[in-house]
């Protein structure tokens, strides 16, 4: 951070004595010295958008981890991940996920797919993303009942919906292990 202070300074002395004015103009300056700010200190907002800048670019890299998969990777004619499912992913999750929301595991799948996977004890949300049609979400509780099943976006499952259970999932997870981010370093 930096901070800056005021000083007085002559304007333009140079011109003033090649014109021939006698008295020159003052100029009050503010110049830019750095500071030793707290880190604590921020402006509002600004956590929030750093924490959803590093889920983003945290989504961003798993996907062009899998975008960049040989063909075959599995062994069994797995296809790296398709475009369409790469744009439609990193849309869909900016669309359900903001600040508070943990970073999910993402796989590759057959197919040029990818699921992205939420996990707390019995508690799991998933979303498939297939190279054709729309996301495919399931959602199972704390006592492994399936409560979400079905397309995003469709009777199945609402956008809101799932982000609902993605935010109280994730809140859940803040609170049980406040560095879950170490699973992902």
């Known amino acids: 951070m930096n901070a800056f202070s005021l000083g007085q300074s002559e304007l333009f002395p140079h011109l003033a004595m090649r014109a021939g004015v006698r008295v020159a103009a003052d100029l009050w300056m ?80 057959e197919e040029g797919s990818a699921l992205f996977e939420w996990r707390a004890g019995m508690e799991r949300l998933e979303i498939e993303f297939l190279p054709e049609g729309p996301p495919y979400v399931s959602y199972r509780d704390a006592d492994g009942v399936t409560q979400v099943d079905g397309d995003l976006g469709s009777r199945g499952a609402s956008y809101g919906q799932v982000r609902r259970v993605l935010a109280s999932l994730s809140a859940r997870i803040w609170m049980s292990n406040p560095n879950w981010k170490q699973l992902f370093s």
Do not use: C
């Open 30 to 109: 503010i110049r830019r010295t750095p500071a030793a700010a707290p880190r604590d200190r921020r402006l509002a907002g600004e956590r929030e958008s750093e924490n959803k800048l590093e889920l983003q670019t945290y989504i961003s890299s798993k996907l062009h981890e899998l975008r960049a998969l040989p063909t075959d990777w599995d062994g069994a004619g797995g296809e790296p991940l398709a475009q369409a499912v790469t744009h439609q992913a990193y849309r869909t999750m900016d669309q359900l996920t903001d600040f508070r929301s943990v970073f999910p595991f993402v796989t590759p799948g």
